[in-house]
């Protein structure tokens, strides 16, 4: 079923406020919809045809499944863990944004990716998969905020300001989380550094200390503080570089005493998680297991009892004693998606605002449908492409995290 988040009470403008900003999210329950009626569709793509905006779920779903039937083994769809239950039913493989990517770059005779998560996640299955292979996203509004903080031209100007700072012939290795654009993946390519996930970062770190000295962290300060720290570097050996000020906000000696140049970048729906909600959930579910991702606070990461990526999470809940509580720090669709999969236990979501990611719940069926009965017309719409250049780069830097296994 299609689905959006609808609080009684909202007016049509100040749900599309609510809608569009990615720090912001409802405080009520997922409903389906048809997509025409999700609030913020105003402000997502609009090239959509219209016969697609009223359909509901069952026409959608045929007309998927008949979609899918004629494409046959070409297709291959990908499902990110914290896309709708609507959409991953559709998906061949679920999983997290690197993973997937890993999938897509196995198999064998295919012609198309359709990756329902967001813009950098296509890229990186363009990246890896051969060059013939197209790669879909089926709504192209479908980005990513924290990989938004990290515009090139600001990692451009913060290397070159760092080096001004440090010398030319500092050993800074540049490290970039997955959840960035394929040109920063070329810019740590190119000068010496190479691409994490959540799963290997603290892997990624110590392979850059045996190159450098230090390292520039983008775009997610969190998980660089939270693997840095865990690893045993103190806190006030990383510093914080906010791009929006000249230096980062920082001093020389800030820069020369940092191990981890740290970026201020953050993803808008695991910074909704508190040690409050914490601390709530411990005194009203007495031995409840706190489990948080990375890219959560620093103290959040710290009052919890595990932390780690999305697999980790389904992993620990999937092999946790059956009667065990488990309140979660991370986006909402997957917390309920463990909870139905896992009967035996309780699972709920640390947060009590039902806050999906508001960049991948952009992705509806209705969008599935559209370019896959594009596909069969032989028509490639919404077609994620990088440019030679950019795909060399990437592909050094990825490559070397794949070493790292």
Not at 12 to 28: G, R
Not at 158 to 176: C, K
Not at 277 to 284: G, H, N, P, S, Y
Not at 299 to 315: H, L, N, R, W
């Amino acid at each position: 079923m299609a689905a959006t988040l609808a609080p009684a009470g909202k007016s049509y403008a100040e749900l599309l406020v609510m809608y569009s900003d990615p720090d912001t999210c409802p405080a009520d329950a997922l409903t389906p919809v048809p997509l025409a009626q999700e609030p913020a569709f105003v402000s997502w793509q609009q090239d959509i045809p219209r016969a697609y905006l009223q359909m509901g779920p069952e026409e959608l779903d045929h007309r998927i499944a008949a979609a899918r039937a004629k494409l046959g083994s070409k297709l291959v769809i990908l499902g990110h863990h914290y896309q709708r239950d609507e959409v991953i039913k559709y998906a061949d493989f679920t999983g997290d944004s690197f993973k997937l990517a890993r999938h897509a770059a196995e198999q064998e005779g295919i012609e198309y990716v359709l990756f329902c998560g967001v813009h950098f996640m296509a890229e990186s299955a363009d990246i890896l998969t051969p060059e013939q292979v197209r790669v879909i996203l089926p709504n192209m509004a479908a980005g990513c905020s924290m990989a938004d903080m990290a515009d090139p031209d600001d990692v451009y100007a913060a290397w070159d300001e760092i080096h001004e700072v440090l010398g030319e012939d500092a050993r800074v290795i540049p490290v970039t989380y997955m959840n960035s654009a394929a040109s920063l993946k070329a810019f740590t390519g190119e000068r010496g550094g190479l691409v994490c996930t959540s799963s290997n970062a603290d892997r990624a770190l110590r392979w850059a200390f045996e190159r450098g000295e230090k390292v520039l962290f983008f775009p997610d300060q969190h998980l660089g503080r939270n693997t840095g720290y865990a690893m045993g570097i103190p806190l006030d050996e990383m510093v914080l570089w906010n791009w929006r000020l000249p230096m980062g906000g920082t001093t020389p000696e800030q820069l020369r005493k940092a191990k981890i140049i740290l970026w201020q970048g953050h993803c808008s729906t695991h910074q909704r998680f508190t040690v409050e909600q914490i601390e709530k959930a411990r005194r009203e579910h007495p031995g409840v297991n706190v489990i948080v991702h990375p890219e959560c606070r620093w103290e959040v990461v710290q009052a919890a009892d595990q932390y780690g990526s999305t697999e980790k999470i389904a992993k620990v809940i999937r092999e946790a004693p059956a009667g065990t509580t488990w309140a979660v720090g991370t986006e909402i669709n997957l917390v309920n998606r463990l909870a139905k999969q896992n009967p035996d236990k309780t699972v709920f979501c640390l947060d009590p605002v039902v806050c999906p990611c508001s960049t991948m719940y952009r992705i509806h069926p209705a969008y599935v449908a559209w370019t896959l009965e594009a596909l069969v017309q032989g028509q490639v719409v919404n077609e994620v492409r990088v440019d030679p250049e950019t795909r060399k780069w990437s592909l050094v830097a990825l490559e070397r995290m794949l070493e790292l296994a």
